[in-house]
């Protein structure tokens, strides 16, 4: 009879045992895709982070872009109408000029 006991606590055991390596490795499983998950969610978060940045950048750069752009177009106003004033300037000059040779 203490022989039988013996036997059928190692029997016990070892359907114990297999039911722990098989619940062990689901669980392994399991905490390894979490793992998986949470590194692929901090990728995911980086790349957004750096396409964030990187947009950023693209903007700041456009925006000084389209600022001496508009400087740019200032200044060629500015000339324009200083061409213009010295274009009237002349005229005005060769008339006096004119009159003086007429009289």
Known sequence: MENGFVIL????LLFLSIYGY???SVALAKIKQ???EKKEMMLE???LEERKRKQALRDEKL??????REEIKHELKLLE???LNNDKLNKLRVEKMKQKKVS
Not at 9 to 12: G, L, M, T
């Open 81 to 83: 109408e200083i061409k």
């Open 34 to 36: 979490k793992k998986a």
């Open 9 to 12: 606590s190692i029997i016990a």
């Open 45 to 47: 978060e980086i790349k």
């Open 22 to 24: 098989t619940y062990g």
């Open 63 to 68: 925006r000084k872009q389209n600022k001496r």
